[in-house]
Nanobody
């Protein structure tokens, strides 16, 4: 079983910055993709950004140029630096980690964090 612990959400004014962090722990053999999703009230959960073990990144068009995702493979953490925040970025942000568990790479897993609230408002 793989557990994710998120931190870093909060209230920020438009134009401000926040940094989200997520740490994975448990029976992890390897992690392939780490990412952040968000869900605003009344909307579907959407991908914000993801990063592979090799460092390839993918961003939603709405956050390109403002958000940066990074990971530390040595300690199984992923971070999302959010700059120039807008009110439309307000949502619950969820960490997502995919990989292989156990001692020999089985079973595969997909884990979600508990979610952290990000509110952008003046």
């Amino acid at each position: 079983q793989v557990q994710l612990v998120e931190s870093g959400g909060g209230l920020v004014q438009p134009g401000g910055s926040l940094r989200l962090s997520c740490a994975a722990s448990g029976r992890i053999f390897s992690i392939s993709v780490m990412g952040w999703y968000r869900q605003a009230p009344g909307k579907q959960r959407e991908l914000v950004a993801s990063i592979t073990s090799g460092g390839s990144t993918n961003y939603a068009d709405s956050v390109k140029g403002r958000f940066t995702i990074s990971r530390d493979n040595a300690v199984n953490t992923v971070a999302l630096q959010m700059n120039s925040l807008k009110p439309e970025d307000t949502a619950v942000y969820y960490c997502n980690v995919q990989g292989l568990g156990g001692s020999y790479g089985l079973p595969a897993f997909v884990s979600w964090g508990q979610g952290t609230q990000v509110t952008v408002s003046s």
